[in-house]
C-alpha cells in the first residue's frame, strides 16, 4: 500500500473503481467495487481489507487523543450565481 492514512492531503488510490483518497482528517471512499467469487475477487478484497486495516490501525494509535466527531464543510460552500 502506497498509502499512509491521514498523513497527507494528496496521496490517492484505487482498488477496482473504488477510490480512496487521503486526507489529515478522513480518509473518503467512493465509487464500485465489485468482489467477485473468483481469484480477481479475491485479489479485490485483500487489497480493500490491507487499506483498511491501516486505517483502522492509524486510528487505534490515536484513539485516546480522538474527538467524538470531525467536522467537515461539506455543503456549507456558497458560489454566487454568475448568471444572476
Known amino acids: 500500500m502506497a498509502m499512509e492514512p491521514f498523513a497527507d492531503e494528496a496521496s490517492a488510490l484505487q482498488v477496482g473503481g473504488l477510490k480512496i483518497e487521503n486526507r489529515l482528517d478522513r480518509v473518503s471512499l467512493y465509487g464500485s467495487l465489485d468482489l467477485t467469487r473468483d481469484k480477481a475477487g479475491l485479489r479485490l478484497a485483500r487489497e480493500l481489507h490491507t487499506i483498511l486495516e491501516a486505517v483502522v490501525a ?7 487523543a ?9 455543503g456549507e460552500d456558497t458560489v454566487k450565481n454568475p448568471f444572476g
Open 66 to 74: 480522538l474527538p467524538e466527531t470531525v467536522q467537515t464543510a461539506q
Open 58 to 64: 492509524a486510528l487505534q494509535r490515536e484513539d485516546t
